[in-house]
């Protein structure tokens, strides 16, 4: 394992094709496209993961005895001993994890990427807290500006440079979204939970699907990661919101990440009209990326990935979201033009080699 630099998953992280999530995905993606896509070596804690990226399963088998957190920090810290030549360590969402691992390897340069809401992570919900974190880890990169003042928050100014905004990129390419017909669908894609607004858009569409007989809706996902889709009471009242429109409703539950990006390339209309904490919000640019018009809330770091191109919605709500979704339906040029300002936007602020070369920066001065 002649590496550099570890990236270490959150334990129960899947690292692999098939239901790799948002924070696997970007690590996955930028591990690919760096400047030291040879030097670095991903750990995660389970055994099935990409193969073409170096990886090291982390075996936790002690977590019955130690809980898994604790013995997967000791685990990695053991597997770090062994290999002399690593510089720096990137920690993905896991602050006890980092604060480990630094402790016990103080010459290791050792960085945080923060992928959620700090505030509301154990280690950082006070401003000791994350006074402590900054003062004692050598960085922190967080996926949005949100989540950069939310770290910043309370603490002292002269800890500001070591917190750095890395935001989730798109590898593919996004100017090729016009080439082909689209059909008439609107997506949402995610968890089937009250914060992500799901059950306000499937009250919105019962109203607007009648109206609009050649429309269909696809929606994608479950309760959650593991879940089978339908189980949930919450999700059984999104099905019967929509009892009047069951010919233009598909649910599809839980698919994999090619799939949903081969629906979003094929999709009109994507909405994600969260009324939650959304520290960023990558299926909303990924749907961006692929073509969609995108209907998206105000939530936190939704912003930034919406900007001026995506359509929002304050609050998310029944009305609101027919307000957004109807001129959508009836305006072809319309619609374009939003799918195209969300594909410009995409292109100017996500693009993967940005941002690769934004975070290999940030390494190279670790590394130095």
């Not at 010459?107 to 700090?118: E, K, Q, S």
């Not at 709500?317 to 305006?331: M, R, Y």
Request: net charge neutral; with cysteine.
């Amino acid at each position: 394992m002649p590496h550099s630099i570890v990236i270490v998953l959150p334990p129960r992280e899947h690292f692999r094709a098939g239901d790799a999530g948002a924070v696997a995905l970007t690590v996955y993606e930028f591990c690919k496209a760096g400047a030291y896509a040879n030097d670095l070596v991903v750990f995660g804690g389970c055994s099935e993961h990409f193969s073409d990226v170096a990886y090291e399963y982390i075996d936790a088998s002690l977590f019955w005895l130690l809980g898994r957190n604790r013995a997967y920090a000791l685990a990695c810290i053991a597997k770090l001993k062994q290999n002399k030549q690593i510089k720096l360590v990137e920690v993905h969402n896991r602050i006890a994890l980092a604060l480990a691992i630094k402790k016990a390897l103080p010459d290791i340069r050792v960085a945080l990427h923060i992928h959620n809401d700090p505030q509301g992570m154990a280690g950082a919900k006070t401003v000791a807290e994350r006074e402590k974190l900054l003062h004692s880890l050598d960085h922190v990169y967080c996926v949005s500006e949100y989540v950069r003042k939310r770290i910043l928050d309370g603490v002292d100014k002269n800890l500001i440079s070591r917190v750095k905004v890395i935001y989730n990129a798109i590898p593919r390419p996004v100017d090729e979204g016009f080439d082909h017909i689209r059909q008439p669908w609107i997506v949402y894609a995610g968890r089937f939970i009250p914060e992500k607004g799901v059950l306000e858009l499937a009250q919105a569409l019962s109203k607007i699907l009648p109206l609009y007989p050649d429309w269909k809706v696809v929606f994608l996902g479950a309760w959650g990661f593991g879940h089978q889709a339908g189980k949930s009471s919450y999700e059984q009242s999104v099905y019967s919101a929509l009892t009047n429109v069951t010919d233009q409703t598909s649910f599809r539950g839980h698919v994999s990440h090619d799939e949903v990006m081969s629906i979003f390339g094929q999709a009109s209309v994507a909405v994600s009209p969260s009324t939650g904490v959304e520290a960023f919000g990558r299926t909303t640019l990924e749907a961006m990326a692929s073509g969609c018009a995108v209907v998206t809330s105000t939530s936190c770091g939704l912003m930034e990935v919406a900007g001026d191109a995506a359509i929002l919605v304050n609050p998310v709500s029944v009305e609101t979201l027919t307000q957004a979704i109807i001129p959508l339906l009836e305006d072809n040029e319309l619609r374009r033009d939003c799918a195209e300002r969300c594909q410009q936007h995409v292109s100017a602020v996500f693009s993967l080699s940005v941002q690769v070369a934004s975070l290999d920066k940030a390494r190279t001065g670790l590394l130095q």
